[in-house]
T-cell receptor, first 115, second 110 residues
Framework: NAGVTQTPKFQVLKTGQSMTLQCAQDMNHEYMSWYRQDPGMGLRLIHYSVGAGITDQGEVPNGYNVSRSTTEDFPLRLLSAAPSQTSVYFC??????????????FGPGTRLLVL | EDQVTQSPEALRLQEGESSSLNCSYTVSGLRGLFWYRQDPGKGPEFLFTLYSAGEEKEKERLKATLTKKESFLHITAPKPEDSATYLCAVQAKGNTPLVFGKGTRLSVIA
């Protein structure tokens, strides 16, 4: 089991560029989430998905787009990068029980710098 | 609104000096409380889940406890390798997403 994988590990973008952060999991988890982590702010939820074809907004969704066409993959798209999106991005997945998230497993993160 | 507050923000201990980290929460019906450890440059790593007041769980030098308003992560005789940021998260009944605290950065000095 590779667990949760994220690519790339590090990316530099110019303001206005778009890109997709990839996330994949091989644990057959239904629930997947994207977080950003900034100094002093903790983990903030961007978008999440409770299963293929279903996505919802978290605390800080503006400027980001997601889709979930398969159970395994949950890409995060930056539509037009801004310096405020400089952050470390984590993807996480979890099984569900009775409709609830169980333990979340996190990927290694993607460090994004927007100039 | 569900809230999680962790204290202290940072803690510096000598090797062998036991202490506790605090996670206070406000939630409309707790379904579960989670503790994670995060090393620099890595993703959070799961430690414990607690579901009801009075519950305790242990792993090596760590013990997590839960009351109706807070959770403690007790560290007994810490070693330098216990240095990390410890994150607490709560899940409310009603299946809302987890809410994370900002973490406690622990440094254990040899």
């Amino acid at each position: 089991n590779a667990g949760v994988t994220q690519t790339p590990k590090f990316q530099v973008l110019k303001t206005g560029q778009s890109m997709t952060l990839q996330c994949a999991q091989d644990m057959n988890h239904e629930y997947m989430s994207w977080y950003r982590q900034d100094p002093g702010m903790g983990l903030r939820l961007i978008h999440y998905s409770v299963g293929a074809g279903i996505t919802d907004q978290g605390e800080v969704p503006n400027g980001y787009n997601v889709s979930r066409s398969t159970t395994e993959d949950f890409p995060l798209r930056l539509l037009s990068a801004a310096p405020s999106q400089t952050s470390v991005y984590f993807c996480a997945s979890s099984a569900t029980s009775g409709g609830y998230q169980e333990t979340q497993y996190f990927g290694p993160g993607t460090r994004l710098l927007v100039l | 609104e569900d809230q999680v507050t962790q204290s202290p923000e940072a803690l510096r201990l000598q090797e062998g000096e036991s202490s506790s980290l605090n996670c206070s929460y406000t939630v409309s019906g707790l379904r579960g409380l989670f503790w994670y450890r995060q090393d620099p440059g890595k993703g959070p790593e799961f430690l414990f889940t607690l579901y009801s007041a009075g519950e305790e769980k242990e792993k090596e030098r760590l013990k997590a406890t839960l009351t109706k308003k807070e959770s403690f992560l007790h560290i007994t005789a810490p070693k330098p390798e216990d240095s990390a940021t410890y994150l607490c998260a709560v899940q409310a009944k009603g299946n809302t997403p987890l809410v994370f605290g900002k973490g406690t950065r622990l440094s254990v000095i040899a």
